[in-house]
C-alpha cells in the first residue's frame, strides 16, 4: 500500500494569535510526502519507520494520527520518506505543510477519499498536541492544501471563506537569516491588540486581502519587533500591492505583479538573506473546500 502527496507552504494575511481567526494563501513551495504500508496485523502498533533528518514530534505525530484515522484496528510497518522546499520556522507554514502532506499521503494510502478540510483539521490538531501551532493554524494547513485565499475560525475549526486572487498576482521573498519563537509564547502578545486583529480580520473576510494584510503585519512588527516599515515602503515603490511578515516571521513577503517581481526582489538587496520570487498555488491535490 502506497500513497503520495504533495503540499505548499503559505504566506500569512491574517495571524489568527489575536482573535481566533487566521487568513492564508498557498505559494509554490512544495512538500512531498511519500509512505508506504505493510499490515501485518489487526493488533498492536504500527511500527513507525522515518528518516532521521526527518524525524520530529510533528512528523511522527502527524503519521500516527492518520494512521488511526485512516487504517483504524491496523498494525504492521509504515515507512515515510520526505522532501520539503520551505525553510522551518521562517513563516512560511512549513509545518502544517508537512503534515498535512503526510495525513493525506496516509489517506491515499488507504484509499480513501479524504477531503482537503477533513485533512487540514487532522493536520491542526497534531500541530496543537505537539506544541507547534496555539490555534493549530487551521488557515495554514488548509492554504497549504487548496488555491486561493482562505479564511478560517481556528478555534471553532471551520472554514469561513475562500477566494482566488487575481491571476497577473505572484510574491516576491525575503527570508532573513534566524527563525522565530514558539508560537505559543507569543499568544498574550497578539491577544493585548484585539482591536488590530479584529481589523485585520474583518479586511479578510470583506475580501480586502490589502488592507487585511496592512493591519496584519503593523500588528505583527507591534508584538514581536520586526522593524520592517521602511522595507514596506521600499517594495510598494517598486510595484508591490501589498507586503508584510508572514506568519510569525522573521520572512516578509510581498505581492505585486509577476512583471516587476523580479525589481521588487532587487529592491530588497541591501538586506541579508535569502530572496527569491514563487507564484501562488494553482492547483488543489484534493477537492476544493467549501464554504459553508
Do not use: Q
Not at 517598486?238 to 513577503?253: E, R, W
Request: overall charge neutral; cysteine-free.
Amino acid at each position: 500500500m502506497r500513497g503520495e502527496a504533495v503540499a505548499t507552504g503559505a504566506i500569512t494575511l491574517v495571524n489568527a494569535l489575536a482573535t481566533g481567526i487566521g487568513s492564508a494563501v498557498g505559494i509554490g513551495l512544495r512538500v512531498h510526502a511519500e509512505i508506504e504500508l505493510h499490515p501485518s496485523g489487526s493488533h498492536g502498533k504500527w511500527d513507525i519507520r522515518v528518516p532521521d533528518h526527518s524525524r520530529t514530534p510533528l512528523v511522527e505525530g502527524a503519521l500516527t494520527e492518520a494512521l488511526l484515522r485512516y487504517a483504524p484496528g491496523s498494525s504492521g510497518r509504515a515507512s515515510l520518506a520526505l522532501d520539503s522546499e520551505i525553510p522551518p520556522a521562517r513563516g512560511l507554514k512549513s509545518s502544517s505543510a508537512v503534515s498535512s502532506a503526510i495525513v493525506l499521503a496516509v489517506a491515499r494510502a488507504t484509499d480513501r477519499d479524504a477531503d482537503p478540510l477533513e485533512v487540514a483539521r487532522l493536520s491542526a490538531a497534531v500541530s496543537r498536541s505537539t506544541g507547534v501551532s496555539a490555534t493549530g493554524a487551521l488557515d495554514d494547513a488548509l492554504a497549504s492544501l487548496a488555491p486561493g485565499v482562505v479564511v478560517t475560525n481556528n478555534v471553532e475549526e471551520t472554514l469561513l471563506r475562500t477566494y482566488l486572487l487575481p491571476p497577473e498576482l505572484g510574491v516576491a521573498l525575503y527570508v532573513p537569516p534566524g527563525i522565530h519563537r514558539p508560537a505559543p509564547e507569543l499568544v498574550s502578545g497578539f491577544r493585548a491588540h484585539p482591536r488590530l486583529g479584529r481589523s485585520a480580520a474583518d479586511h479578510a473576510l470583506e475580501g480586502d486581502w490589502v488592507r487585511a494584510m496592512s493591519a496584519n503585519t503593523r500588528l505583527v512588527e507591534r508584538v514581536i519587533g520586526y522593524d520592517y516599515a521602511a522595507l514596506r515602503a521600499t517594495v510598494e515603490r517598486h510595484g508591490a500591492v501589498a507586503s508584510g511578515v508572514s506568519g510569525l516571521g522573521p520572512a516578509f513577503a510581498a505581492i505585486g505583479p509577476r512583471h516587476r517581481l523580479a525589481e521588487i526582489v532587487e529592491s530588497m538587496a541591501p538586506h541579508p538573506g535569502d530572496r527569491r520570487e514563487v507564484a501562488f498555488s494553482t492547483a488543489s491535490p484534493g477537492r476544493s473546500p467549501r464554504e459553508p
